[in-house]
């Protein structure tokens, strides 16, 4: 059974840190895209960062390039998203999703949000 398991979301202040894990399952880390996607409520779901599968390669939008950052661990089989710099408009609830190496790659994961497989979401609250 696949699962993607996120933790590490809470409140923090506005210039804060949080690390977000993405813990999986069920599935051979390596062999998938990994990314971080959140949505804030009356918006619409949107790519933060996504990962290659082989050579690690990175894709951040706009809004958070030189403040997050994503890794992965394929030996604990997770993937992490570091987010420095924290601002109120941060605030959303994070998922972590994944889709196969072979169907995608870590920029058009995060430009379409099509993963085949997505976690239940982990809320980030950045207080101004």
């Known amino acids: 059974q696949v699962q993607l398991v996120e933790s590490g979301g809470g409140l923090v202040q506005a210039g804060g840190s949080l690390r977000l894990s993405c813990a999986a399952s069920?599935?051979?880390?390596?062999?998938?895209?990994i990314g971080w996607f959140r949505q804030a409520p009356g918006k619409e779901r949107e790519g933060v960062s996504c990962i290659q599968a082989s050579n690690s390669a990175t894709f951040y939008t706009n809004s958070v390039e030189g403040r997050f950052s994503i890794s992965r661990d394929n030996a604990k089989n997770t993937v992490y998203l570091q987010m420095n710099s924290l601002k109120p408009e941060d605030t959303a609830v994070y998922y972590c999703?994944?889709?196969?190496?072979?169907?995608?790659?870590?920029?058009?994961?995060?430009?379409?949000?099509?993963?085949?497989?997505w976690g239940q979401g982990t809320q980030v609250t950045v207080s101004s």
């Open positions: 069920g599935f051979t880390l390596d062999d998938y895209v």
């Open positions: 999703a994944a889709r196969h190496r072979v169907f995608t790659s870590s920029q058009a994961l995060c430009v379409t949000a099509n993963p085949r497989y």
